[in-house]
T-cell receptor, first 111, second 116 residues
Framework: RKEVEQDPGPFNVPEGATVAFNCTYS??????FFWYRQDCRKEPKLLMS???SGNEDGRFTAQLNRASQYISLLIRDSKLSDSATYLC????????????FGDGTTLTVKP | GAVVSQHPSRVICKSGTSVKIECRSL??????MFWYRQFPKKSLMLMAT?????????EQGVEKDKFLINHASLTLSTLTVTSAHPEDSSFYIC????????????FGPGTRLTVT
């Protein structure tokens, strides 16, 4: 089983749709969680950190469920510019702790 | 803030030569830097983790003598691909983190290496 697993995708949605991605992690000691987006042939860019209480940034909402070991990302009112690959990232709580990336979920928003 | 640069952005070299890639954190001090490679339409593959002033920790299957990593300062890490072969052609991306695992990683723009 992979340490971090994401919805296989791809997700093809119309503009204005609401779309949700889930990500599960296997190591219960994981402490830090992030969502990144990566555009084609570009580097990943931080979208948002995921906090225990959940957090929202405009149209994006991230949730963490420690009991079930998953995090989610909800995108409301999808824009064409949201088309990208979304990467779930999980880190252990150590100073030198590496982060484990999911394989990513590809989203295409269509007009 | 949190800008990471990478140089060169693109390099073409001949088999058997060595290539050095630089990763710099421009506006923060990076206690930890990571090196990844990514094949087309595939996920990031962590190659190694480097902490300033200490030896890099390589992931299983990554040859440390082939991929030399030096993290000489809190703002600079280098990856040298030695005796490059065509199968080393890939997109190499570095990232930098200011502190421990609670901190976000910020990525450089990547280096596309083509070995002919």
């Amino acid at each position: 089983r992979k340490e971090v697993e994401q919805d296989p995708g791809p997700f093809n949605v119309p503009e204005g749709a609401t779309v949700a991605f889930n990500c599960t992690y296997s190591n219960s000691a994981s402490q830090s969680f992030f969502w990144y987006r990566q555009d084609c042939r570009k580097e990943p860019k931080l979208l948002m950190s995921v906090y225990s209480s959940g957090n929202e940034d405009g149209r994006f909402t991230a949730q963490l469920n420690r009991a079930s070991q998953y995090i989610s990302l909800l995108i409301r009112d999808s824009k064409l510019s949201d088309s990208a690959t979304y990467l779930c990232v999980v880190s252990l709580n150590t100073n030198a702790g590496k982060s484990t990336f999911g394989d990513g979920t590809t989203l295409t928003v269509k007009p | 803030g949190a800008v990471v640069s990478q140089h060169p952005s693109r390099v073409i070299c001949k088999s058997g030569t060595s290539v050095k890639i630089e990763c710099r954190s421009l506006d923060f001090q990076a206690t930890t830097m990571f090196w990844y490679r990514q094949f087309p339409k595939k996920s990031l593959m962590l190659m190694a983790t480097s902490n300033e002033g200490s030896k890099a920790t390589y992931e299983q299957g990554v040859e440390k003598d082939k991929f030399l990593i030096n993290h000489a300062s809190l703002t600079l890490s280098t990856l040298t691909v030695t005796s490059a072969h065509p199968e080393d052609s890939s997109f190499y991306i570095c990232s930098a983190r200011e502190g421990g695992a609670f901190y976000e990683q910020y990525f450089g723009p990547g280096t596309r290496l083509t070995v002919t």
